[in-house]
């Protein structure tokens, strides 16, 4: 089964879009992106298409490519203040110069749609999350979507990223799966990979996973955007896993699609909160 996440994003964005249209929310996003980075620059304006398919407005902030720390922060603190602003996506990478967990912390929970900040990574990891970050509750989202049962099976996350490997293990662990993180020092990696009834790969490396590293009838989800000889691909050796796996996610077509939407669910959801106290 493929698991499709630009179908399942299409379905999402439409429904959000009606539930928008019927209330009287009017969310908005800011993204703060700093230099010239073409692939920046890609996904910010993808993100500015989603809102505006879905009826958030939107708003962008460029600084430029030796923008100091505290400039870009005052900008965000001036994005915090804007009580028309419901959520803040600084588009990462930083350049090297900046001290990006500053300025993460700059962005006040509550508007931290991306799911970064210290707090709400504490909140997630403690079990009581606020916001999540996108690419690993867009995940948990796609599996949902395809009735995929997380409780009880044994999960693997390979990478320890702080945006995706290690939020990605809190979310299964706080849906009652088993999970084990692996990562460039786990020894035996082909062993650990093996047994995974959920195998998550964010390595960065591409078609790190070949079929000798899954189980057969596991369901694998790819992270991985690598480009080699012109060509997009995953983390995964998808055509040689595919035929192993009982479901598996594309690339492109899987998990970028669903972390688009679930910024654009969280924008919104972070509307209804400021104008609903207590909305969880």
Known sequence: MILDGKKRSEIRLERLAQDIARSDLHPRLAT?????????????????RACER???????VDLPGDARTGEICREVHRLNDDPGIHGILVQLPLPSHVNT?????????????????????????SGNPFF?????????????????????????????SIEVGRPMAALLLNSDATVT??????????????????????????????????????????????VVDG?????VDFDRVRDIAAAIT????????????????????SAQRATCPGVE
């Open 101 to 125: 967990p500053e300025v993460i912390r700059s962005v006040i929970p509550e508007k931290d749609v991306d799911g970064f900040h210290p707090l709400n990574l504490g909140r997630l990891f």
């Open 250 to 269: 594309p690339v492109p077509g899987g998990v970028g699609p669903m972390t688009i939407a679930t910024l654009m669910e969280n924008t919104a959801l």
């Open 54 to 60: 879905v009826n958030i407005g939107s708003i962008g």
């Open 32 to 48: 703060v992106i700093v230099g010239d980075d073409p692939a920046s620059r890609m996904y910010v304006r993808m993100k500015h």
């Open 132 to 160: 999540a970050p996108c690419t690993p509750l867009g995940i948990m989202n796609l599996l949902s979507d395809y009735g995929v049962e997380t409780e009880g099976l044994h999960a693997v996350v390979v990478g320890r």
């Open 231 to 235: 060509v997009l691909c995953g983390d």
């Open 181 to 226: 993180i692996c990562h460039s020092r786990t020894r035996n990696l082909k062993e650990e990979t093996s047994r995974a009834d959920i195998l998550v790969a964010a390595v960065g490396k591409a078609r790190f996973i070949g079929p000798e590293m899954v189980r057969e009838g596991a369901v694998v989800v790819d992270v991985g955007t690598n």
